[in-house]
């Protein structure tokens, strides 16, 4: 069935229809969520899908509990990042419809801590420096910054026991104060 284009294979095991048998369009963030499991897509996808950054992100990234990985498909390229296990369960949203059913997506604040905690770049972030790297280096609108729960962007940062989280955190809500 994969040869002869019925099917297409998105890892051993995992396959959707071809386009020929599909009455809509597939939900790339319930199938990354297939892929590899446990998982829930973040990062720069759920960044995007959040409108905080003005890019389309064609990558379909993902936080994962198991080991990080990548698969190249037809469908295109799904990434997983394996995170630590005390901050995965924060700030997971579950979405349902009933085309596509259910799928767990970031809550725009855990995608900016996933994000954050492995940039390089933020690594040595200094509080000046912080919204620079938000808005030039992350090109999140300072608008959506001001619309981000600081409350739940601590606990999130407190989950990953991150120095530069809770800077980036209190930084947030300095910003959001006035």
């Not at 390229?77 to 970031?106: R, V």
């Not at 120095?163 to 980036?168: M, P, R, S, Y």
């Amino acid at each position: 069935m994969v040869k002869n284009g019925d099917l297409i294979s998105l890892k051993r095991g995992i396959y959707a229809f071809s386009d020929k048998y599909r009455v809509s369009k597939l939900n790339y963030i319930a199938t990354a969520n297939m892929i590899h499991q446990p998982s829930y897509v973040s990062f720069e996808y759920a960044l995007s899908y959040h409108g905080l950054i003005p890019e389309r992100v064609y990558t379909i990234t993902s936080a994962t509990l198991s080991k990080s990985v990548e698969y190249a498909t037809q469908l295109g390229n799904f990434s997983y990042q394996k995170i630590p296990t005390k901050a995965y369960s924060l700030g997971i949203d579950w979405k349902y419809n009933d085309l596509d059913g259910g799928y767990f997506i970031a809550t725009p604040e855990k995608a900016l801590c996933d994000k954050i905690y492995f940039d390089k770049r933020a690594k040595n972030l200094k509080d000046d420096e912080i919204l620079d790297y938000l808005e030039e280096d992350l090109r999140i609108d300072y608008e959506e910054l001001l619309k981000l729960d600081s409350k739940l962007f601590w606990y999130i940062a407190m989950a990953y026991s991150s120095k530069v989280l809770l800077l980036v955190a209190n930084r947030l809500k300095r910003i959001q104060n006035g």
